[in-house]
């Protein structure tokens, strides 16, 4: 069965620093992969995905992601955080055999706290 | 572009009682999903519909949960009798696949539903 993890339940930056969040996954497939955002009382939002090709994706808002399959990671990165980043952060995968039926699983979810 | 459209924003009602919350996803999806948010947790499916068809609706606990998509488009979801471990916000998210899962999904607001 796939899976994710996010390790770290609360990450604490100040703005103008760089900002990590971190996710690993399990697959039996090649995995593909996403990154949402959630604001208070919002729907989750699309930040970035992998599918194949550059293991470097670069997203909406300034944000990117590196993945790394010898280590089943694909972390979240910000050169430079802004407060505006204060957000809940969930990371997916979606196998896409028709064993693993299609579906997309989500991880536990990080909080930013980005203080000025 | 409207986005994923859901209501009602909040609801609170006693336990025992009937609730529906509606959607109605972006113009063109063909593939439609409800999604269960517990607090501060990651988004777990409930069912996904490919156009009028229920393609993945195991973790659905169908005692009390139904749901239906008429036409295609919008889709409700019911919850009767509600127990108060159902407090949750319930997510819909739709998303033009056609065979190609690497689309990311777009969701909507969110129902917040209260159990007293």
């Known amino acids: 069965a796939q899976s994710v993890a996010q390790p770290e339940d609360q990450v604490n930056v100040a703005e103008g620093n760089p900002l990590t969040v971190k996710c690993t996954y399990s697959?039996?497939?090649?995995?593909?992969l996403f990154w949402y955002v959630q604001y208070p009382n919002r729907g989750l939002q699309f930040l970035l995905k992998y599918i194949t090709g550059d293991n470097l994706v670069k997203g909406s808002y300034g944000f990117e992601a590196e993945f790394n399959k010898s280590q089943t990671s694909f972390h979240l990165k910000k050169p430079s955080a802004l407060v505006s980043d204060s957000a809940l952060y969930f990371c997916?995968?979606?196998?896409?055999?028709?064993?693993?039926?299609?579906?997309?699983?989500f991880g536990g979810g990080t909080r930013v706290l980005v203080k000025p | 572009e409207a986005g994923v459209v859901q209501s009602p924003r909040y609801k609170i009602i006693e336990k025992k009682q009937p609730v529906a919350f509606w959607c109605n996803p972006i113009?063109?999806?063909?593939?439609l999903y409800w999604y269960l948010q517990n607090l501060g947790q990651g988004p777990e499916l409930l069912i996904r519909y490919e156009n009028e068809e229920a393609v993945d609706d195991s973790q659905l606990p169908k005692d009390r949960f139904s749901a239906e998509r008429l036409k295609g488009v919008d889709s409700t979801l019911k919850i009767q009798p509600a127990e108060l471990g159902d407090s949750a916000v319930y997510l819909c998210?739709?998303?033009?696949?056609?065979?190609?899962?690497?689309?990311?999904?777009?969701f909507g607001p969110g129902t917040r539903l209260t159990v007293l």
């Open positions: 997916a995968v979606r196998d896409p055999t028709k064993a693993a039926g299609n579906k997309l699983t």
């Open positions: 998210a739709s998303s033009l696949e056609g065979g190609q899962p690497y689309n990311e999904q777009f």
């Open positions: 697959v039996s497939g090649n995995p593909y």
């Open positions: 113009s063109g999806h063909n593939t």
